[in-house]
């Protein structure tokens, strides 16, 4: 049951944050991003939110025509990431990249709508790239506003996702008390296996957008997941080569290149190449493109579906445009039920201010 906190997420993307917030009982008002098929899969999926596809790097106010529907809104809490591409290590690290300064227009949001709280994500390098500087700058930027800063890195699967996933936040409050949630997971985190065993298997052929259930749920996270939803979409297999089919094929469970002969382990010019998920653990974190990891015991790379359950999406969650966008989406979330738990732990502290 929605109670009456009203959030915008600022850079959506898909929308796994939104997600995880809406299974807390927030009201999303908006999500916000210039990614068309990301808006695309927000609006399908936030069929109560405002999906608006807008570019928050460039300049604007409030009477744009795109924000002028929300710009009345009461907003108790905004969330979201900037592209973290900037901040990672994976990327140039440009400290005058422009991706490096979009939280900035964070601020724009925050001056209007002056909201309670404020929740910022991304990549655990941010803490310390140019050594500190961008961290501090965020930090600086909130607590000049009013903001009391609390600032941790979280590995999701100690939350009940089935990925090791460290992601950092930032949430600034406007009251001192703030408590991070106690892990859920941490004895006896949920593995690769326990994620994705009951989804059909493809083995090896494209199968279809979408399928009935063809077995029962073999555990309550494959139960929650399924929660809603009349099948599986999004299921759909990459159409590998033989050769590449009778690679991975020598990789055991949890294996990776170095399982290989060492006539093929150059093949691919980097180290997570061949690498095959471990049934028996979290899996290895889920990102934005999908050519170097394979499923734990099919010849070939995870589906779409499978990402988004190893993210913990609901099975009713489904994805738009072509298949490496959403590939794309579902690495760049933030799992829903790591967002869920943030949810709740910020909720107290929004209900007693208002």
């Known amino acids: 049951m929605k109670n009456n906190i009203n959030c915008i997420d600022l850079f959506c993307g898909a929308g796994g944050l939104s997600h995880g917030f809406e299974q807390a009982g927030y009201n999303v008002v908006a999500g916000i991003d210039s990614n068309k098929d990301a808006i695309k899969t927000f609006q399908l999926n936030h069929k109560d939110s405002k999906a608006i596809l807008f570019d928050l790097?460039?300049?604007?106010?409030?009477?744009?025509?795109?924000?002028?529907a929300i710009k009345d809104t009461k907003v108790d809490i905004i969330i979201g990431g900037p592209p973290c591409q900037g901040f990672s290590i994976a990327g140039k690290r440009l400290e005058d990249d422009p991706r490096n300064i979009l939280y900035k227009s964070y601020m724009k949001f925050i001056d209007h709508y002056n909201p309670k709280?404020?929740?910022?994500?991304?990549?655990?390098t941010i803490m310390s790239l140019f050594k500190g500087a961008i961290s501090q700058r965020i930090i600086s930027s909130f607590e000049k506003k009013g903001y009391s800063s609390n600032v941790r890195t979280l590995?999701?699967?100690?939350?009940?996702?089935p990925q090791k996933r460290r992601r950092t936040f930032f949430i600034f409050t406007k009251k001192d008390e703030y408590t991070w949630p106690d892990p859920t997971t941490e004895e006896k985190p949920l593995t690769t296996k326990d994620a994705i065993s009951d989804l059909p298997k493809l083995n090896n052929s494209l199968g279809k957008d979408f399928s009935p259930y063809k077995s029962k749920p073999k555990n309550p996270y494959q139960e929650l997941m399924r929660k809603d939803s009349d099948g599986i979409y999004n299921h759909i297999s990459v159409n590998h080569t033989e050769k590449t089919k009778n690679i991975i094929s020598l990789v055991p469970d949890g294996g990776n290149y170095k399982s290989l002969p060492k006539s093929l382990q150059t093949t691919r010019k980097v180290n997570i190449a061949w690498t095959r998920m471990n049934s028996k653990k979290p899996c290895f974190t889920i990102d934005a493109g999908h050519n170097h990891h394979f499923h734990y015991k099919e010849n070939r790379v995870p589906t779409v579906r499978e990402c988004a359950r190893i993210q913990s999406f609901n099975d009713s969650f489904?994805?738009?445009?072509n298949k490496g966008s959403q590939?794309?989406?579902?690495?760049?979330?933030?799992?829903?039920?790591l967002g869920k738990v943030l949810a709740e732990s910020i909720k107290g502290i929004i209900n007693d201010t208002i």
């Open 318 to 321: 489904i994805f738009c445009g």
């Open 57 to 68: 790097s460039n300049k604007f106010d409030f009477n744009h025509p795109d924000l002028k």
């Open 327 to 337: 590939y794309r989406q579902v690495g760049n979330a933030v799992p829903p039920i």
């Open 117 to 124: 709280v404020v929740l910022l994500e991304n990549v655990p």
């Open 155 to 161: 590995d999701s699967s100690l939350f009940g996702v």
